[in-house]
């Protein structure tokens, strides 16, 4: 029977999913400490650089005995621009843009485009679906997605915030309503990228990241909100888009990128959770009010430490850890106070074949 296969190629990490139905298997491929790692379920296996170079052949030559069972398939695509804000069939025209944008965003949208290339030349029949990871947030506020620049810069370069990790959110907040119904949300996506997203009746009011993902947190290696003066100076200095996306966050504080290891510094951790509170005060007043907060991503899910952190001395917005429901949880509920916290594990491969059947 014909399969769907989703495609998510992340700056960390590469996923495929295949689907019929229901998801028939999931693999993740990443680096860490200087070995590639191919996760199926419960194994872990080492490969090599080129392998994970070639990881969809990988994929094909381990999982997939005939290329005719794939019926369509679905790609994550992470892009600043209005073109970009819809799920779209991947054509010419649309790789042409992403071309036009690899400048802008190389660390998301150079491993994509090499990714639909190998996708077009093994299945070049087979129907291609971009799915935008900007598209949940369409609905953010006027007032969230302005710069304050000049009207005609900003309409002429497309120069307006996005917001990313949308996947992400649509996917926890489905999930979410098997445990509660809210209506003021604040999701906080906590992985090698970080973002929050205000919601109001499941709707996206405003996420911390802006034209492109470097706005906002900073994470494993990007940088997140800095002074436009201190971008201005570091322009004559160095390349600031290697900098900015490569050599900043949690490694340019520590010389290592990866919070697993970093569980100890009390001075990143510190920073991490000072920049996270921040962005909660700020959308409990966008929202006027709160009644949930949602932690999900690899860290947000996993990490009790940093969700401590997050919520210490934050008593009087009324937010209060369960401190042994938070040690215990996988996912559920880990709140003692009036705003409710529930830790929740994305599936954007869901999300994403979801949005993919819509083209089918």
């Known amino acids: 029977m014909e399969k769907i296969l989703i495609v998510n190629i992340g700056s960390s990490s590469k996923r495929y999913a295949l689907y019929q139905d229901k998801e028939l298997f999931n693999i993740h491929i990443y680096s860490f400490k200087d070995e590639f790692i191919l996760e199926y379920e419960d194994d872990k296996l080492k490969i090599n650089e080129l392998e994970y170079k070639n990881s969809l052949k990988l994929f094909i030559s381990r999982f997939l005995s005939n290329l005719n069972e794939i019926k369509a398939i679905g790609i994550r695509v992470v892009c600043p621009g209005k ?3 819809y799920n779209k069939l991947i054509d010419y025209k649309y790789i042409r843009k992403l071309e036009d944008m690899k400048d802008i965003l190389p660390l998301h949208i150079i491993p994509v485009l090499e990714e639909i290339k190998n996708i077009k030349k ?18 953010i506020s006027e007032e969230a997605r302005h710069y304050a620049i000049g009207k005609k810069e900003a309409e002429k370069y497309g120069i307006h915030r996005y917001g990313y990790h949308g996947i992400s959110v649509r996917s926890v907040l489905d999930k979410s309503k098997n445990f ?6 604040i999701v906080c996506h906590i992985g090698s990228g970080v973002s929050l997203t205000a919601i109001e009746n499941y709707k996206s009011l405003d996420n911390s990241m802006g034209f492109t993902p470097l706005e906002g947190i900073f994470g494993g ?9 201190a971008v201005i100076y570091l322009s004559k200095k160095l390349n600031l888009e290697e900098y900015f996306n490569h050599k900043c966050g949690f490694s340019g ?6 919070i697993r290891e970093l569980l100890n510094n009390k001075f990143a951790l510190n920073l991490f959770s000072y920049r996270i509170k921040k962005y909660i005060g700020s959308y409990i007043a966008v929202l006027n009010g709160l009644d949930l907060i949602i932690f999900t991503g690899a860290v947000g899910e996993n990490s009790s430490k940093i969700r401590e952190l997050i919520c210490k001395d934050l008593d009087n917005l009324g937010i209060n850890l369960n401190k042994k429901e938070n ?13 409710k916290i529930l830790v929740l594990k994305t599936n954007e491969m869901e999300e994403i074949y979801r949005e993919t059947l819509e083209f089918i």
Request: proline fraction near 4%.
């Open 122 to 139: 093994l299945f070049p029949k087979i129907k291609l679906i971009g799915i935008s990871d900007s598209s949940f947030h369409k609905t």
């Open 83 to 85: 073109y970009f804000l």
């Open 253 to 258: 504080l520590t010389g290592k990128s990866d």
């Open 180 to 185: 509660i119904k809210a209506k003021k949300i």
């Open 221 to 229: 290696t990007r940088v997140g909100d800095i002074d436009p003066g």
């Open 327 to 339: 040690l215990n949880v996988k996912e559920g509920f880990i709140h003692s106070g009036k705003v």
